[in-house]
């Protein structure tokens, strides 16, 4: 793109930072301002989910991180999937992962709001890992409550209930795989898709979220 168009991108069709909203240049995912404040996650809670062989997260869920992802959940803050999907390359290089995948959502809600956005950030990350993404391996059944709006002890059972693996799956035998999803808080989704793809033969499942939610101290 050469300076003028550059100029006219900023003039008409301004993008904003994710995290704060505040205008940025065209090629930005995220202002500066907001990239020195992300609180960035240092493995503080070592609990792997079960049926995982590793959990691997860019940021601990709360300021500006938290802002992000509710921009992903609304659909203008792609970009921070794409910001996010380059953290998380850095910290799952060499990791040998064959496939990617994320945690479905209802065909209801895909149809009512569009996106997903554990796919968008599963192929972010795929473009970025340059990894293949089969995002069609699992589904998700309709139900009347959402995960978060469980207690701990009751997300395990929920989770078990509303995920199972989708007819149209292809083979994934001895395939180390990125199961994907935007937060991460007691794991129990994880599993439970884990333990899905486990069943068909997987060599293993990384769990990846953007964030990860920490127990208050
Ligand atoms: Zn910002």
Known sequence: MNKVYEFITDILMPNRCPCCYKV???????????????????????????GCSAVICAFVY???????????????????????????????????????????????KLRNKGWN???V????LSKEMDIP?????????ESAQQQHELHAGERASHAREIYSISKR????????????????????TFSACADLLNSLGAKDI????VCRTLKER
């Open 24 to 50: 940025i240049r065209y090629n930005e995912l995220v202002c500066k301002e907001c990239i020195k404040k992300l609180p960035i996650y240092n493995a503080e809670d070592k609990t792997v989910p079960a």
């Open 62 to 108: 709360k300021d500006s991180a938290k802002n992000g992802v509710l921009a992903l959940k609304k659909s203008w803050g792609y970009s921070f999937a794409e910001y996010s999907a380059k953290i998380l390359s850095e910290r799952l290089e060499g990791c040998g992962a064959e496939l990617i995948t994320s945690v479905p959502t209802t065909k209801r």
């Open 117 to 119: 956005q554990a796919d």
């Open 121 to 124: 950030i599963a192929k972010a």
């Open 133 to 141: 993404c089969d995002l069609k391996l699992l589904v998700r059944a």
């Open 169 to 188: 799956h292809k083979n994934i035998t001895d395939k180390r795989i990125l199961l994907v999803d935007d937060i991460c808080t007691t794991g129990a």
């Open 206 to 209: 990384i769990a990846v979220s």
